[in-house]
């Protein structure tokens, strides 16, 4: 299975914070005070719920006998790869292959049987007398008798077409358990020899490329989760993250402790499907930030900003059981005003934020704000791109990821979504 090289990726690339040292006089006197501040610029911002999980399969069937009989051969072992069409199971066909002609036989009787009810139907209603003239005067036939042969015709109609329908199921099961998909085995229940009944679960087949991994949600934060919800998995073990969505959200709670929660399963993006295009071929190496020559983007493409396109390497595989951090996108803005949480204040319900004119004095400021993250926080009015803000001392201006922090080594897909 291919896999993915890690990316850097810096979510909030066009947020660059300036920090200075301002001088300020106070009532005349050289008394100096070192203020750090940050530039307000545009950048990307989401909001996001995150819990850890494990990884698990997506896609596993459980293959079953079409018929009963013995196992003749046992095809493969746990772990084996197959591919869709590959014969897994055998069972001895001598006993089937008697039963074919046991059920042939039975149609061909019913059918007769069938024939003579109808023609014993057809005599008794055609037993009358007929006059000179040439009319039918009476049917010497009991009309009692006539109920009772119809009676008779559909109980032959009714046993022929049992037969017919054994006969073509009998025809239809296979002998053979076959892979309907390709995959590798993860369980083998049965051994040569073994009497098997139709329905006994022979092996169990996943595919490798398909995963999943559920969290549990709490009851504040469930209502903003919805199917089909931009997801980040992060792998620990192989230090990549790979986009999911949400597939399932349980309907029903999970109370430990008095703590509510519900089951939230997201689904991995197979890095097959990621592997197959030309966005997720393009080079890294050389800062490369465009497609190579030739490709034709789709129409509605735009190459991130800061952001490199991805290689594919082999040496990455997905794991049942491994451990996984979840982040489930809820709302996300691009290319809005931002600013840090520390730069703002709240004051009877109202947000405001210290200015640095152009002077070097000071302004209080109202700002009507949008959502925030863990570090910045989206102003919608009050502020204008390239202003300066006070950030008292303690709050930290800066990150050398950004955003996108909670992904350290993201490999993001151009065009997918997520964070920019």
């Given amino acids: 299975m291919k896999a993915l090289t890690k990316v850097l990726s810096i979510a909030l690339a066009a947020l660059l914070l300036g920090i200075g040292a301002i001088s300020l006089g106070c009532g005349g006197e050289s008394e100096e005070a070192a203020l750090k501040t940050a530039t307000v610029q545009r950048g990307n911002l989401s909001v996001e719920i995150s819990a850890a999980g494990n990884l698990s399969l997506s896609v596993t069937q459980q293959l079953a006998f079409e018929m009963s009989g013995t196992v003749a051969e ?19 066909t001598s006993e089937w292959e008697k039963e074919l002609v046991t059920l042939e036989l039975n149609l061909l009787q019913a059918e007769i049987n069938l024939d003579n009810a109808e023609l014993a139907l057809e005599a008794a209603e055609g037993d009358t007398t007929t006059t000179a003239t040439g009319d039918i005067s009476s049917q010497t036939t009991d009309p009692k008798q006539i109920e009772i042969l119809e009676l008779q015709l559909e109980l032959a109609q009714a046993r022929y077409d049992d037969a017919k329908s054994a006969l073509e199921e009998a025809r239809a099961a296979s002998p053979e358990i076959i892979a309907p998909f390709d995959g590798f085995i993860t369980s083998v229940n049965i051994e040569g020899g073994d009497e098997v009944l139709k329905g006994t679960v022979a092996a169990t087949l996943a595919d490798p490329d398909r995963f999943e991994a559920d969290i549990l949600v709490g009851e504040l934060d469930i209502i903003n989760i919805a199917l089909g919800s931009t997801a980040w998995v992060e792998v620990e073990a192989l230090g990549v993250t790979l986009p999911a969505s949400v597939v ?3 309907p029903t709670s999970t109370i430990q402790s008095g703590v509510v929660n519900y089951t939230v399963r997201v689904e991995l993006q197979s890095v097959e499907e990621m592997a197959s295009g030309d966005l997720a071929s393009w080079p890294t190496t050389g800062g490369a930030q465009g497609p ?5 983007p789709p129409e509605d493409f735009e ?3 800061g952001q490199l396109p991805i290689t594919i390497s082999e040496d990455v595989q997905l794991r049942e059981g491994m451990t996984v951090t979840v982040s489930i996108i809820v709302e996300q803005r691009n290319d809005v005003l931002l600013v840090p949480n520390g730069a703002i204040t709240v004051q009877g319900g109202q947000s405001y934020v210290q200015v640095m004119l152009a002077d070097g004095t000071v302004e209080d400021r109202a700002i009507t704000t949008g959502i925030s993250d863990w570090q910045y926080t ?7 791109e390239g202003e300066v803000v006070v950030v008292p001392e ?19 897909i151009p065009g997918m979504g997520g964070p920019q």
């Fill in 378 to 384: 989206e102003v919608t009015e009050g502020l204008s």
């Fill in 394 to 412: 303690g709050v930290s201006t800066s990150s050398t990821t950004g955003q996108g922090s909670n992904f350290p080594n993201a490999v993001f």
């Fill in 292 to 296: 190579p020559e030739g490709f034709t």
């Fill in 303 to 305: 190459m991130p900003e």
């Fill in 248 to 250: 399932h959200i349980s």
């Fill in 74 to 92: 046992v095809l493969v072992e746990e772990g084996d790869s197959v591919t869709e069409g590959q014969v897994l199971v055998r069972l001895d």
